[in-house]
């Protein structure tokens, strides 16, 4: 294809035809700068929300354009297809500065050890990977990115300006360059740096996993630690593959720090909120198997919504047609 | 008994006898104004450490004291005994902060709402008690403590001049008050006040319980909220009587928010840091059951200790002779 | 109304209109005496399975009629209506006989033993009932049915023909009887009777739950034995109730056996055998909220039922037109 | 070391010394022809009691001696070293006549069936394989055993005349004559064998997993099935494992049976009839980490005993003297 592409930046518009218009509303979610895309049709808006939460302090960028939502629902939303993800967690999502000060906590009170401190999370997940690196400055260590996924979604979003990082901070890809860096830190002293890896999910391959098994230049000792900043992906293979990577750096004497985590979408006490800003006509839960969507249509019919006429449990392909 | 009562400050020392003395050493845990009790005896001191957590970002008093349990550790300990309540639980316990910030971020983001807010915590945890009605002063509301613990508690940590809360707060502790201010909420309009109540574990005849019976003046309705800043006391009947009280307030369209909560004890790494700092000659586990204390025992061999030789599983009553 | 009643049995019809006939199939349930209703349409049988087994190992009755199931299949249904419950339980439900064995296993190791023996089990799971009733015989102890609702679904199972007891059986269904039944047993020794009573979900005013708490001339010993055959329905009041009952009971020192019982519902492999049973065109999940319906429809769906097209989530009062 | 060796059969004695006889007394557990150890001395019996179940209706063999254990009881032993591994569990271990039944059930309900059935279980579980055979054989099918372990295990037991098995069924060890059988069985046809394999774990490079990953010349197909007539032993990486093989099977189309399987190993009740039976003056539980021992202990003081008294919680090498 030859398409054009534009950037629409948060509370910009785009006319695509005389009927349809599309707008960019601000949103948060653990990766940055999100929107929640709304195409503006005669029969009202159609807001599309998946990956999103409502987060009021966010560590990076703003929090949602309240104000903006509410408007949406006294214009009229037709309709709305909305992530089902957590909409059996009770309450709301814990924001952004609960992990912010879990990381923080952790990482300043090892202030005066000589051990090492690894920390483990999602490489596209900018404001968590910041906030380490900025602990990590704060106890006088330099931040040091590892592993492929690590290094070009942190470069990516340092060009494009979204984020700054520490000056110390200095980061390395390929494999040949992390153990390169991993050799420097035995020699330089483990105290001088906070290594931030891939690997929280006992991923074979990844730096943590490698660093665990042997199978890197760095030696793992008594009170070593290390910190996951992210939670194990609930899959039986997950449990087993980070059972093991766990298992074997306690063998070694290391200390395991885990759930230094908030998820980045919505709980439950947050969708009710989000309906009652938007006040969609339909509603279209998504983003989830049946199990999740049917969660979601639970929820919505105690709120007075109706499976089959103004709630809608769709199939991928499959179309509804709203009058 | 006729026994001389003194009162003993963190910090203070008192002298039983020409080879006993007793210090009490600051620390911190869900209730205020909380100690070690070490007793110096000519062959080191023994270390009492039931109820703690190493919170040094604590909301009410100051940090454990780190500098002195560092001291006493280069001094000499004979004899630790800890608590085993939480060993299982992986890092290090989170700080009351975060509790602070959980239960913030939660009733300041309905500060427009009109809605009812109830907040049910433990009566003795004063702290917890302060942040949900200072969260209440921010959005204009008073907190009003409804229960009769909750005001025996709140009253007496105030007259010690322990706590200082917002000047809007108020209590009421006997049944008539209570009711009569849960009508006078009624009429003045629920959105005015953020009650503070008991029955957090569903407990029968406490506020909260009492309320969503119906057995109180006040009515219930959609929208309204109820938060828990407690978790459930991990046993059947509690997790059924809670789940009686929510399922009910379901009923009304009541919104759950629960788990706006930290616990108060010491977790595995905290428990790792401790041991470091007092280097104990011998470690006994104490405050839980034989599953708890095994738990510990287990984590104090992977450090070093032998069961039997300087670390001793005891149940209540039985000595052990230390030479 | 003063509609006619007719009795209509297993493997009989009975024309409605010209145009509808009712057909009732043999099943197997954990209640006596059940068939799967069908209606034969001009476009199809309609067939209606909710609450089965297939059980080929009945204690009571003949397996479903297979060969009846397999010729509906051919003959062309045009929809099934089916049950959901335990969709998600993998494999086959197992038979009654593995009750039968687990509940007989453990009674006839206690033949020696003078202790009492309990066994609560539902009043409505007559085929139960008896093959506790025959163990106790077998060990040489007279069964005694206590309850309102022992005395009533057995008394009428027993009137029908559907069901025989060991001659030595009695039963006693009002307060007053069974509690002069209690004295009756506790004169004439524990070890003559076996007790077969309500309460196996720990039920205020049943007649375990009495016993337990101390409300009868009963009274629990050190060794006595208390039998669940029956699961808790997972719900955490229920939970909450019998744990209390239980802990109660072992503070008396009385033996507690639980879980000597299988489910009356149909697993995921019995479904699927079902399914190529019958071979419907339409699939209605039913007997269950929407996660169950909805993992029925992800189970059909892997076998190549479509959702919105041949397979279809209906809410009480929905109607679906099948063209 | 030059020792001689000694048969022993259960019911048998041995002398060690002038003060020192050893006693075999017959026991059930998942192997064959297991006994308890029992050592007489001046001071009483010394009890081994590792690896076993209180079977009375055991697949291969006879019940344990229980009137050889109260006589032993009767002449007093000193001392009960026993196993701690399923003290949590309430009740009593069901028989391995429930696991006949349970594979037994399963597997004749696929008497018309074409498709391939799998059998998974414990190699050296030689009742259960005896079982699985003769189901295979009632069905008109092949047993075939498949598998390095399978093949040493069965062979052995069928050499030492400690099991029959029926005689359609063959054992093949190594990959080559494996792979080959399995293409025999393409062949020929997957409704003339039931293949017995390893693999119930998801290992790496047993038959099953193999088979699964598509290793081997064996197509697996919809509506094939795969029993498992093993738990999965509780580790995370095993549930990893055996996730990814079920993922995989089912991904083809797949159909799964699991936990056709009960325990070897003595519950609570069992525990508790165990120690009425020996009376034992000193009880050390073992077989287990701290918490299984530690449970133990629990289960122990409810009886009577008392930890560091007659009750003793040992590592592995410590030593406690009787007196």
């Known amino acids: 294809m030859n398409n054009k592409l534009f950037a629409l930046k948060a509370g910009q518009r785009y006319t695509i035809s005389p009927h349809l218009t599309l ?33 009021r302090t966010p560590v990076l960028g703003e929090p949602p354009d309240f104000a903006r939502l509410r408007q949406l629902g006294k214009e009229g939303v037709l309709a709305l297809i909305v992530e089902s993800t957590n909409v059996s967690e009770k309450g709301r ?60 979604y942190s470069s990516a979003a340092e060009q494009l300006k979204l984020v700054g990082f520490p000056e110390s901070l200095s980061m390395f890809g390929n494999r040949r360059t992390v153990d390169r860096t991993l050799r420097r830190i035995m020699k330089t ?28 230049p760095y030696k793992l000792e008594r009170g070593d630690k ?16 980070r059972y093991l990577v766990e298992a074997r750096a306690k063998m070694a004497g290391v200390r395991i720090f885990d759930d230094l985590h908030v998820s980045g979408h919505a709980y439950r006490e947050d969708h009710y909120e989000f ?20 969660s979601y249509a639970k ?14 449990i769709l199939r991928n392909g499959q179309k509804v047609l709203i009058t």
């Not at 910190?227 to 593959?241: C, D, E, T």
Request: hydrophobic share 35%; aromatic share 8%; charged share 20%.
């Open 23 to 55: 707008e960019f509303v601000r949103s948060q979610h653990s990766i940055i700068d999100t929107v929640f895309p709304v195409l503006h049709t005669p029969r009202g808006a159609v807001v599309y929300a998946n990956d999103f939460k409502l987060d």
């Open 93 to 152: 999502c814990p924001s952004e500065k609960i992990a912010r000060d879990l990381v923080r906590d952790t990482i300043t009170s090892y202030e005066d050890d000589k051990s090492a401190i690894f920390v483990s999370t999602f490489s596209s997940h900018i404001s968590r990977v910041k906030t380490i690196a900025e602990c990590a400055h704060e106890i006088g260590r330099k931040p040091v990115l590892l592993g492929r996924s690590m290094e070009r």
């Open 189 to 216: 002293g483990k105290d001088k740096f906070v290594p931030i890896v891939t690997g929280h999910q006992g991923e074979t391959g990844a730096i943590l996993t490698r660093i665990v098994m042997g199978d890197t």
């Open 226 to 241: 290390i910190l996951f900043s992210a939670k194990v992906i609930p899959n039986p293979m997950n449990y087993g593959q």
């Open 275 to 294: 309906l009652h800003l938007l006040n969609p006509q339909h509603v279209i839960p998504a983003h989830g198997d049946i199990n999740m969507t049917g």
């Open 299 to 312: 929820f919505a019919e105690e709120i007075g919504y109706t499976l089959g006429n103004d709630l809608h």
